[in-house]
Every structure is written in structure tokens, then in C-alpha cells.
């Protein structure tokens, strides 16, 4: 989750269920590396084909871990990369 102003909140999904999607859709999950560092149950990885959302008033939050600082770097030059990649595709 990331703040986009005092307004809103961003989100992406995050799952357990890579193996099970295409290949086409396995290109946005970015693997999460340190997943039982970041409070995780389960191998997981963010889905960053949708961003998730919300308005913050009357929002409330459960923390349940947070991505350690080189999966927020890796996971920052995931979402370049695709944007990147993504872009290409449609010339």
C-alpha cells in the first residue's frame, strides 16, 4: 500500500497463486523474496496489473507485515520495467 495524497490510499493485490495463471498474467506478479520476513504465510507475490483505490476517510488499516527494504527497491524496478516493457507492446 502507498499514500497518493491525504485523500486516497493505492493498493495491489497480493496472492499465492502464481502457478495456477498464464503466462501472459505471471509477467505482472513480482515475487515477493522475503515473504516470511513481511508477515507472509505463504510464498506470494503482487499482482501490479491493477491498482487498487480507496478513499482513506472511514478507511482503517491491519498491518499484517511489510515488505522488506530490497523487496521495495525490486519491487519499485518491477513496476518501471513492465510500465516499460508494457509500452513497447503497444507500438
Known amino acids: 500500500?502507498?499514500?497518493i495524497n491525504d485523500k486516497?490510499?493505492?493498493?495491489?493485490?497480493?496472492?499465492?497463486k502464481y502457478?495456477?495463471?498464464?503466462p501472459h498474467i505471471q509477467r505482472q506478479y513480482f515475487h515477493i523474496h522475503d515473504w516470511r520476513q513481511a508477515g507472509l504465510y505463504k510464498e506470494s507475490w503482487v499482482d501490479i496489473g491493477q491498482i487498487?483505490?480507496?478513499p482513506k476517510i472511514g478507511l482503517t488499516f491491519k498491518t499484517i507485515g511489510r515488505l522488506s527494504d530490497q523487496d521495495i527497491l525490486n519491487l519499485d524496478?518491477?513496476?518501471k520495467n513492465f510500465?516499460?516493457?508494457s509500452h513497447k507492446d503497444e507500438l
Not at 486516497?8 to 499465492?16: D, E, G, L, R, S
Not at 502457478?19 to 498464464?22: F, L
Open 77 to 79: 524496478a518491477f513496476i
Open 19 to 22: 502457478h495456477h495463471k498464464s
Open 52 to 54: 487498487l483505490n480507496f
Open 1 to 3: 500500500m502507498r499514500t
Open 83 to 85: 510500465k516499460l516493457s
Open 8 to 16: 486516497y490510499v493505492q493498493a495491489f493485490k497480493i496472492t499465492t
